[in-house]
T-cell receptor, first 111, second 116 residues
Framework: RKEVEQDPGPFNVPEGATVAFNCTYS??????FFWYRQDCRKEPKLLMS???SGNEDGRFTAQLNRASQYISLLIRDSKLSDSATYLC????????????FGPGTRLSVLP | GAVVSQHPSRVICKSGTSVKIECRSL??????MFWYRQFPKKSLMLMAT?????????EQGVEKDKFLINHASLTLSTLTVTSAHPEDSSFYIC????????????FGSGTQLSVL
């Protein structure tokens, strides 16, 4: 079983739609959780950290379920500019050498 | 915000040549930097952890003599792909960890290496 798994997609949604991504991780000792966004042939950019209480940033909401070992990302009112690959990142601690990247979920928002 | 500069952004070279990629943290000190490679439609795979003033730590399966890492200062790490071959063609990305706030990673813009 892979350490971090995501639905590869692609998710093709119309503008304005709400879309949700899920991510599961295998190591119950994981401490830190993030969503990164990566455009084609570009570097990943931090979208948001994920906290146990859940957190929201504008149209983006992230949630963490430690018992079930999954993380979710909800995007509301999708924009064309949201088209990208979304990477789930899980860390055993807060140090980068123990970060594991999921394979990514590709999103295409269509006009 | 924190900026990490990586260059070159694209390299095309002949088989057998060596290629050096630089990664600089521009507005923070980074004792630790990381090097990843990414194949098309795949996720990032950590190759090695670069530590300022000491030897890099390589992930299993990554040849340290093939991928030379030097982290000579708190703001610069270099990755040299020695005697590159076509199978080394990939997207290489570095990231740096701010010594004052090590929770987040800041990525360089990546280097697309094509070995002919």
């Amino acid at each position: 079983r892979k350490e971090v798994e995501q639905d590869p997609g692609p998710f093709n949604v119309p503008e304005g739609a709400t879309v949700a991504f899920n991510c599961t991780y295998s190591n119950s000792a994981s401490q830190s959780f993030f969503w990164y966004r990566q455009d084609c042939r570009k570097e990943p950019k931090l979208l948001m950290s994920v906290y146990s209480s859940g957190n929201e940033d504008g149209r983006f909401t992230a949630q963490l379920n430690r018992a079930s070992q999954y993380i979710s990302l909800l995007i509301r009112d999708s924009k064309l500019s949201d088209s990208a690959t979304y990477l789930c990142v899980v860390g055993l601690d807060n140090y980068g050498q123990n970060f594991v990247f999921g394979p990514g979920t590709r999103l295409s928002v269509l006009p | 915000g924190a900026v990490v500069s990586q260059h070159p952004s694209r390299v095309i070279c002949k088989s057998g040549t060596s290629v050096k990629i630089e990664c600089r943290s521009l507005d923070f000190q980074a004792t630790t930097m990381f090097w990843y490679r990414q194949f098309p439609k795949k996720s990032l795979m950590l190759m090695a952890t670069s530590n300022e003033g000491s030897k890099a730590t390589y992930e299993q399966g990554v040849e340290k003599d093939k991928f030379l890492i030097n982290h000579a200062s708190l703001t610069l790490s270099t990755l040299t792909v020695t005697s590159a071959h076509p199978e080394d063609s990939s997207f290489y990305i570095c990231s740096a960890q701010n010594d004052r706030d090590n929770e987040k990673l800041f990525f360089g813009s990546g280097t697309q290496l094509s070995v002919l």
